[in-house]
């Protein structure tokens, strides 16, 4: 019906944006009326999130211009925004800042680079910055979790970690149950990923792929290549940033910082 | 009085001296300064809120002073690494926060933080001291909350501590485990001349069970004093 009214790619775009948003405000007003209040957060992140993906589909549209190192430069960009957003999971925790980034860029560097080296990913930007995206974004969810957990699992058991403390144990030692749980949680959604692939779900790069012309079983196994590697990043991420944070909840002196109220 | 029968002065093991901490815009412990000698089991007792298990958070290090010290056989505590100093002040809570596994295994758990293993024998020891022989090999699931407190207290005296804070061990237990910790505590002191700091909101346990009292009040020390000269009331 949209593409009979519209005319150019763009408009129909957003027409189509209107729409999906609209339903997702929908839901939203159900939610309401069982006292959900999502309003606010559900406004916002459509609107943020309408601005930041053209704001990127425009920049795509210059870059695809440029030179390649381009790419690299909005990935890093990509990278510290991601970092950003997956440290406020880890609210109170000193330097979960500098954690998150330093774990995302690990993380989904490494593989990226590796993947880039091996000419699994294309150095072309077409391809890098959605591939390197995918799996900065996914790094970035499973730090959020990782962190998140973390966070929960010592505050909820305050108690057992100072009385580890009170007995002479190494602070880290006292949180690393906590911070191996918190991996295990973390990493959940990316093995349920790689486990429904195909069965469940059909993800979005591999529909890209064939409406782009190529061949369905080359684009089901490049799927495959993508999800393994999201997991390595992730997997990868998440044991970096718990392993850093745990010092980062104790003081110099080896003192619980993060507790609840006094 | 001969000179044979003057009591020799007794050593001082723990020192506060000016000891606070604020926690925003409220001052929490305000300028402690106590002695607790060798042997002594001095009660703290205050109602809920006056600092009390705030004050014994900061003997041991757990929470940072803002202003004063704590000298421990003489020394500022501030210059000995925080783990060395919690194997010599021993802590044992409200809640025993007993570790997933036997008894055997969290009686070992000080000593092997510092590498060291704890044999049988010596575990044992710690437990029969406690009243709890044969307990060794038991899961600490299936355990009251007497024995439970007990397993705690030995596994604070197997890493040898010179000094023990007791933060309110017996108010999560019925009278008859309660009276029973009681004891064990007072005959625990008695036998080591350990060092004790008691803290409590039940006045006749203090005088039960305390050699000297402090009063604390909005975090203040209004006055210590033997059980009798300051719980008379």
Redesign the interface.
Known sequence: MLKSLFHSQVSLGFAQAAIASVLALLVVLLARRRSIHLESDAAIALLRGIVQIVAVGSILMLLLKGPRWTSVLLLTGMILAAGSISAKRAKNIPGALKVSTYSIAAGAGVVTAIMTWAGVIDTAITSLIPVGSMIIANAMNTNGLALNRFRSEVLSHV??V?????????PE?TVARYAESSIHSSLIPAIDNLRSLGIVWIPGLMTGMLLSGSSPLYAAIYQFVVIAMILASSGLTSLLSTMMIRSHVF?P????LLRGA? | MSADTVPAPMAVVLRTEHLGRRMGDTEIVKDISLQVERGELLGVVGPSGSGKSSFLRLLNRLDEPTSGTVYLDGQDYRQLAPRELRRRVGMVTQRPFLFPGDVALNVRFGPTQRGETLPDTEVNRLLERVGLSGFASRDVTNLSGGEQQRVSLARALANGPEALLLDEPTSALDDEAKEGVEELICEVVRGTSLTCVLVTHDRNQARRMCTRVAILEKGRLVQTGTPAEVLSA
Do not use: I, M, R
């Open positions: 108690g057992e100072e009385t580890a403390l009170a007995l002479g144990a190494a030692e003081s002196a080896e003192q619980l006094e």
